[in-house]
């Protein structure tokens, strides 16, 4: 389990965390002719095995960056503007798959190159999952709801900062649930509702208002969730 949670790990700051979004376009302009590409698969290989901190798990590795490899440039060469969302669910799960894949081939569980204790990965590949990585699956999820007067509505908004503060919000709420303080994520709701009310009521717009409780739902359910799940595995290890 453990070995498969510093794999996810590796692959949220391969594909999300260190992957530029100049990558991301030079990818989908050039494809297989993108230097990017080769770089994100070495990469990717790179941080399996820095991440498992086992000389023998390299063929495995090199296994994990090549298949990596190649689902991206299935997704690159198939998917198109209205596709985009289906690919990006796809693809996640395909290499997903692949990781399950490499922990139940490999064998040897004698993990002794770091001396961080297993709540470390846990703790750290939970923070990070609810950081950018959630953020651009709730912005890739959602973007068929975008209503067309969202962007008139943001030209006095801080830059990013709705994206900022939602990531905020996910890791107070997985301090809450951690901690046993459950209410706290409703007091939390309950704030930022209050104060997101005064701007949805001057925009006037239902369809800006949905989008934005979808969002808001959206994030929150996916910050409970993994809250519980790092609560169950770091309860399993006492």
């Not at 260190?18 to 990469?43: C, D, F, G, M, R």
């Not at 703790?123 to 990585?133: E, M, N, Q, S």
């Not at 709801?145 to 908004?157: A, F, I, K, L, Y």
């Amino acid at each position: 389990m453990i070995i498969f949670i510093k794999l996810l790990l590796a692959h949220l700051l391969g594909d999300f965390i260190w992957q530029p979004t100049s990558w991301v376009t030079h990818k989908e302009a050039n494809k297989h002719k993108s230097i990017y590409l080769y770089l994100h698969i070495l990469l990717h290989g790179f941080l399996a095995v820095i991440l498992v901190g086992e000389i023998s798990f390299i063929p495995y590795a090199v296994f994990i960056a090549v298949t990596h490899g190649i689902i991206d440039l299935i997704k690159l060469n198939f998917q198109k503007n209205k596709t985009k969302r289906t690919w990006f669910v796809v693809d996640q799960i395909s290499h997903l798959l692949i990781l399950v894949g490499a922990v139940l081939l490999y064998q040897n569980d004698n993990l002794s190159f770091y001396v961080f204790d297993n709540r470390f990965w846990i703790l750290i590949t939970g923070i990070i999952l609810v950081t950018r990585p959630t953020s651009i699956f709730i912005k890739t999820i959602i973007s068929i709801w975008s209503p067309e007067s969202q962007n008139s509505h943001q030209d006095n908004s801080l830059a990013n900062a709705g994206n900022y503060i939602g990531i905020l919000e996910r890791l107070f709420i997985i301090c809450f649930v951690l901690t046993g303080h459950f209410e706290a994520i409703g007091f939390l709701l309950a704030a930022k509702s209050i104060f997101r009310f005064g701007d949805l009521k001057e925009a006037k717009d239902r369809k800006l208002t949905e989008y934005v409780m979808i969002g808001t739902l959206i994030s929150f359910g996916i910050a409970i969730l993994i809250g519980l799940i790092m609560q169950y595995l770091l309860l399993q290890l006492l």
